[in-house]
């Protein structure tokens, strides 16, 4: 039995870091930062591109979507070439490529370049794994669970950073010139990374596996593409069917092609250390339900009620804003507890958390309780906050250094997998879950106009408490 005392005290010595990782840390948290601001401050923007491009939910989607599948291309590339080249040339050439996308997305006049502009953009995506083992190379072992988790809840500090502000610029000015606040921002911190960041020592050779790269984002676009046109199609059409298969089909030749291949991008003997596979399947898992949960909610909150909440742009940004603002404390807690508790039990107790608040969640959309809504929202993303230090820190404490930027770099595609399936189901429910509106009366004739309808809220949170629930059975399989 591990006693209350013996706990916090283990936790406040564990936050004890050299003056050497809290210089590296303040470097890679502000690049982190920054990215996940430019990232997070489309968010509730989301119906405002809908409207104005007169896209559907389920084209909106790709915003997101696209950006994420991108990064799944582009993982596991840099994280090789991290390993080939050192991590600190590679990240400095990621970051000067994401300024250019990021001023370019800025001024796309229409969906389809919006469209492009965010999938080169899916390159600083590559941040935070190349930032993870740039820290483990550098820093005393005891040091790694902390920083990581730092670095880790930094995607709250974005969002919380990106959401009020981010929300504020949109409603006022336009989510064009929200994208354009970050770009000096970016190009101090180039500067700063240039002369700060140490160089890598470890090299490691090999190859990129193209082929491999190349089936696995055809599987993710065709399926994507047959998602998002479901509602459109019919989901028992001959179309949907052609497309799910086929994008299944081709996930199996990568799985095929990949297996005994030494330049994998995806290496299937991994999965045999269940402290590698439980990481990697959760990543895909949790990072489906949770980009799936996040388009979810700002639909929900700016929708008309009944359905919704009748928040505007800034009204949800302020909303979802403290929230964010609780991944940052929770996360370097996380990092500690880890060394007192152990990983097995810290993940196992985090996804039951966010299963049981998904559920909640989905039982509170009909009663329009906002106050309710937040709290359990809350708790969920406590949960989640959990679920996402301890894999990666797992991860990245049961591989060698010379393939630290690689497994990570895998990892990253794995949680982009399922962040680019997430707003896709996301958008393909509310487009085919519809509810009508009263919009006005013309001669003494109602007008209605169709909003997404509850089902698709309610469905949408229970696919997310699902995949929570998968990422706890997962977990039983740790041996750490």
Same mark, same amino acid.
């Given at each position: *039995?591990?006693?209350?005392?013996?706990?916090?005290?283990?936790?406040?010595?564990?936050?004890? @870091?050299?003056?050497?990782?809290?210089?590296?840390?303040?470097?890679?948290?502000?690049?982190?930062?920054?990215?996940?601001?430019?990232?997070?401050?489309?968010?509730?923007?989301?119906?405002?591109?809908?409207?104005?491009?007169?896209?559907? %939910?389920?084209?909106?989607?790709?915003?997101?979507?696209? %950006?994420?599948?991108?990064?799944?291309?582009?993982?596991?590339?840099?994280?090789?070439?991290?390993?080939?080249?050192?991590?600190?040339?590679?990240?400095?050439?990621?970051?000067?490529?994401?300024?250019?996308?990021?001023?370019?997305? $800025?001024?796309?006049?229409?969906?389809?370049?919006?469209?492009?502009?965010?999938?080169?953009?899916?390159?600083?995506?590559?941040?935070?794994?190349?930032?993870?083992?740039? @820290?483990?190379?550098?820093?005393?072992?005891?040091?790694?669970?902390?920083?990581?988790?730092?670095?880790?809840?930094?995607?709250?500090?974005?969002?919380?950073?990106?959401?009020? /502000?981010?929300?504020? !610029? +949109?409603?006022?000015?336009?989510?064009? #010139?929200?994208?354009?606040?970050?770009?000096?921002?970016?190009?101090?911190?180039?500067?700063?990374?240039?002369?700060?960041?140490?160089?890598?020592?470890?090299?490691?050779?090999?190859?990129?596996?193209?082929?491999?790269?190349?089936?696995?984002?055809?599987?993710?676009?065709?399926?994507?593409?047959?998602?998002?046109?479901?509602?459109?199609?019919?989901?028992?059409?001959?179309?949907? +069917?052609?497309?799910?298969?086929?994008?299944?089909? !081709?996930?199996?030749?990568?799985?095929?092609?990949? *297996?005994?291949?030494?330049? +994998?991008?995806?290496?299937?003997?991994? #999965?045999?250390?269940?402290? /590698?596979?439980?990481?990697?399947? $959760?990543?895909?898992?949790?990072?489906?339900?949770?980009?799936?949960?996040?388009?979810?909610?700002?639909?929900?909150?700016?929708?008309?009620?009944?359905?919704? #909440?009748?928040?505007?742009?800034?009204?949800?940004?302020?909303?979802?804003?403290?929230?964010? @603002?609780?991944?940052?404390?929770?996360?370097?807690?996380?990092?500690?507890?880890?060394?007192?508790?152990?990983?097995?039990?810290?993940?196992?107790?985090?996804?039951?958390?966010?299963?049981? &608040?998904?559920?909640? *969640?989905?039982?509170?959309?009909?009663?329009?309780?906002?106050?309710?809504?937040?709290?359990?929202?809350? *708790?969920?993303?406590?949960?989640?906050?959990?679920?996402?230090?301890?894999?990666?820190?797992? !991860?990245?404490?049961?591989?060698?250094?010379?393939?630290?930027?690689?497994?990570?770099?895998?990892?990253?595609?794995?949680?982009?997998?399922?962040?680019?399936?997430?707003?896709?189901?996301?958008?393909?429910?509310?487009?085919?879950?519809?509810?009508?509106?009263?919009?006005?009366?013309?001669?003494? &004739?109602?007008? #209605?106009? %169709?909003?997404?309808?509850?089902?698709?809220?309610?469905?949408?949170? /229970?696919?997310?408490?699902?995949?929570?629930?998968?990422?706890?059975? &997962?977990?039983?399989?740790?041996?750490?």
């Amino acid at each position: *039995m591990i006693s209350a005392s013996s706990v916090l005290s283990n936790v406040r010595g564990g936050l004890r @870091l050299s003056s050497e990782a809290w210089r590296y840390l303040a470097v890679l948290a502000s690049i982190s930062i920054t990215a996940m601001y430019v990232e997070m401050v489309v968010l509730p923007s989301l119906p405002t591109i809908e409207r104005q491009f007169g896209i559907t %939910e389920s084209e909106a989607s790709w915003v997101l979507s696209s %950006e994420t599948l991108a990064g799944l291309a582009f993982a596991p590339i840099l994280g090789k070439l991290a390993d080939n080249y050192g991590r600190k040339r590679v990240l400095l050439a990621t970051l000067m490529v994401y300024f250019v996308a990021v001023f370019l997305t $800025s001024m796309a006049p229409t969906y389809p370049i919006l469209i492009m502009l965010r999938a080169i953009q899916g390159i600083g995506l590559s941040i935070n794994p190349i930032g993870y083992t740039l @820290l483990r190379e550098r820093l005393d072992p005891r040091e790694w669970p902390v920083t990581q988790g730092i670095l880790a809840s930094t995607f709250a500090v974005g969002a919380a950073v990106a959401l009020p /502000i981010g929300s504020y !610029l +949109a409603q006022y000015y336009s989510w064009q #010139f929200a994208y354009e606040t970050a770009l000096p921002v970016l190009v101090v911190l180039i500067l700063i990374a240039y002369l700060v960041l140490p160089e890598s020592n470890v090299r490691v050779g090999g190859t990129i596996d193209y082929v491999g790269l190349a089936l696995l984002s055809m599987a993710f676009v065709i399926l994507g593409y047959s998602f998002t046109e479901a509602p459109r199609w019919g989901w028992l059409s001959l179309n949907f +069917a052609a497309g799910a298969l086929l994008g299944i089909a !081709l996930l199996m030749l990568f799985i095929l092609h990949s *297996m005994g291949n030494p330049n +994998a991008i995806i290496d299937i003997e991994d #999965f045999r250390n269940p402290n /590698i596979a439980v990481p990697l399947l $959760s990543s895909f898992v949790s990072g489906f339900g949770l980009f799936l949960a996040f388009q979810s909610l700002v639909y929900i909150f700016e929708l008309p009620k009944p359905i919704g #909440f009748s928040m505007t742009i800034l009204e949800t940004g302020l909303t979802l804003a403290p929230i964010s @603002l609780v991944l940052l404390v929770v996360g370097p807690l996380y990092g500690a507890l880890m060394n007192v508790i152990g990983y097995k039990r810290l993940l196992i107790t985090t996804s039951l958390l966010s299963t049981i &608040m998904g559920i909640i *969640m989905a039982l509170l959309v009909p009663m329009h309780n906002l106050d309710l809504f937040i709290i359990a929202m809350i *708790m969920s993303i406590v949960g989640i906050s959990g679920m996402m230090v301890t894999r990666v820190t797992l !991860l990245i404490s049961s591989v060698s250094r010379e393939r630290m930027a690689t497994l990570t770099g895998t990892n990253t595609a794995m949680r982009l997998m399922g962040n680019t399936l997430g707003p896709v189901i996301a958008g393909s429910l509310e487009t085919t879950f519809r509810t009508p509106i009263l919009a006005y009366y013309m001669d003494g &004739m109602p007008i #209605f106009y %169709e909003v997404p309808g509850r089902y698709a809220f309610i469905y949408a949170f /229970i696919i997310s408490a699902a995949t929570s629930l998968i990422v706890a059975i &997962m977990a039983t399989r740790i041996t750490k």
